[in-house]
T-cell receptor, first 110, second 111 residues
């Protein structure tokens, strides 16, 4: 079983739609969690950290469920510019070694 | 600040050739990383360096060596390239709050 698993998609949604991605992790000792965004042929960039209490940044909401060992990302009012691959990332033990999921591809269509 | 820089951006090698991928960061970060990214595989850690003078293997270290030359620079060497090493290579460094900053990547094709 992979340490971090995501549905690769692609998720094809119309502009304005709400879309949610989930990610599961296998190691219960995981300490910190992130969502990164990667545009085609570019480097990954941090989208947001994921806190136990959940956090929101504009149209983006991230949630963590430690009991079920999953992380979610909700995007409201999707824009064309949201089209990208979203990577779920887990830090196992504050070592700085981040484990990446394979990514979920989102295509927002006009 | 340039952030994380990588050279070269593109490279084509023949099987058996050697090369060194260069990475530098100007953010005074202690930890630096090398990843490879293949279609459908996500990012896989090759080697990392928690601080100047230390290096450790990641998930896929075979066929690679690294050097942490100083705090700024972390290089990745392929001694004898193989077609299985065709990939996109990303260097990264980690700052406060565990945010990783990535370089623009090196696209390597081994024939």
């Amino acid at each position: 079983r992979k340490e971090v698993e995501q549905d690769p998609g692609p998720f094809n949604v119309p502009e304005g739609a709400t879309v949610a991605f989930n990610c599961t992790y296998s190691n219960s000792a995981s300490q910190s969690f992130f969502w990164y965004r990667q545009d085609c042929r570019k480097e990954p960039k941090l989208l947001m950290s994921v806190y136990s209490s959940g956090n929101e940044d504009g149209r983006f909401t991230a949630q963590l469920n430690r009991a079920s060992q999953y992380i979610s990302l909700l995007i409201r009012d999707s824009k064309l510019s949201d089209s990208a691959t979203y990577l779920c990332v887990v830090n196992l033990s504050n070592t700085g070694k981040l484990i990446f999921g394979q990514g979920t591809t989102l295509q927002v269509k006009p | 600040n340039a952030g994380v820089t990588q050279t070269p951006k593109f490279q084509v090698l023949k099987t058996g050739q050697s090369m060194t991928l260069q990475c530098a960061q100007d953010m005074n970060h202690n930890s630096m990383y090398w990843y490879r990214q293949d279609p459908g595989m996500g990012l896989r850690l090759i080697y990392y360096s928690a601080s100047e003078g230390t290096t450790d293997k990641g998930e896929v270290p075979n066929g690679y060596n690294v050097s942490r030359l100083n705090k700024r620079e972390f290089s990745l060497r392929l001694e004898s390239a193989a077609p299985s090493q065709t990939s996109v290579y990303f260097c990264a460094s980690i700052g406060s709050q565990e945010t990783q900053y990535f370089g623009p990547g090196t696209r390597l094709l081994v024939l």
